[in-house]
């Protein structure tokens, strides 16, 4: 998700958290934990300072996204708690926990995905099923602290109930995309979503051998193929990871890649993010 969202989720977090019986120095340490904890797992952006080795791609949601990263940056974020407000209170870790958890895990949903499982796999888990700015979670936190300030609600009970949204939200939209995907699969041998700002709506991306179809589906029907592109798998692809080491890179880290060979260059580049006639994730070498 953005960075936006993320905000969004912490905030969401410390409304949701009941609060009546905190003094200052908590509920600052609280508010604190819950909004850098949301945004914590995106400190990896810095990689980009030192990286000369085109490795960003795999760093960025990398390892600091990984799973059994949640507690390490719990046990930080308390230890700042304690040095600035000076208390040792349970519940700053258990919600540096949840905030970073969430932040993790709902990256898993949109295209770009996460290392979930670093170090024991370099896998990058995608589920495709969540644009990575979704305007319905965007809705359902704004709607929340709208109702919140005219209502003068003060009650954790209204954000829990914005945080119940979410989730039904996220798991209709992935048994959507599993019930596309599996539909999908019987025609490909490879196949990955990446979800629509319009929900319920997926662009799917199979690949047979050297042919990449891209098309647009819902539950109930499938377009036709929108676009087909055909990989040259004999391209020479040494000599591009010689001359780009971003395109190396892309290659490990995209599920599905499409290779083209001219004779001024060779590229290659993630149909998932295709729009006007160019992939947002493209990499290429001059000959």
């Known amino acids: 998700m953005d960075s936006i969202t993320h905000t969004l989720f ?3 977090l410390y409304a949701a958290i009941d609060k009546q019986s905190m003094e200052k120095p908590l509920l600052r ?5 819950a909004v850098a904890g949301s945004l914590a797992p995106d400190i990896d952006v810095i990689s980009s300072l030192w990286d000369t080795q085109g490795l960003y791609q795999m760093w960025h949601r990398g390892i600091t996204h990984s799973i059994f990263a949640v507690p ?4 930080i974020l308390w230890l700042i708690c304690y040095l600035i407000w000076r208390t040792k209170d349970r519940r700053i870790f258990a919600v540096g926990l949840l905030a970073v958890f969430i932040h993790s895990t709902s990256d898993l949903f949109n295209a770009w995905g996460t290392g979930y499982l670093e170090p024991f796999s370099a896998v990058r ?3 495709g099923v969540i644009p990575i700015v979704d305007f319905v979670v965007w809705a359902f936190i704004l709607g929340g602290f709208l109702i919140a300030k005219i209502k003068k609600i003060k009650s954790p009970f209204l954000f829990r109930m914005v945080g119940l949204l979410i989730v039904c939200h996220v798991a209709l939209q992935s048994v959507q995309g599993w019930l596309i995907y599996r539909d999908a699969i019987h025609q490909y ?3 990955t979503l990446s979800a629509s700002f319009v929900p319920g709506q997926y662009a799917v991306i199979g690949q ?9 589906a819902n539950v109930w029907s499938r377009s036709d193929v929108q676009m087909r592109f055909e990989s040259n798998l004999n391209a020479d692809l040494d000599y591009l990871f010689r001359n780009n080491p971003e395109a190396r890179t892309l290659y490990q880290w995209s599920p599905i890649v499409v290779i083209e060979e001219t004779p001024e260059e060779i590229r290659l580049f993630d149909p998932r993010f295709y729009r006007n006639g160019e992939s947002f994730l493209m990499e290429s070498a001059s000959k």
């Open 10 to 12: 912490g905030l969401t």
């Open 29 to 33: 340490a609280i508010g604190f934990t």
């Open 72 to 75: 390490v940056f719990a046990v």
């Open 125 to 127: 888990v995608t589920f």
């Open 189 to 191: 041998e490879r196949v």
């Open 208 to 216: 047979n051998g050297a042919i990449v179809d891209m098309y647009t």
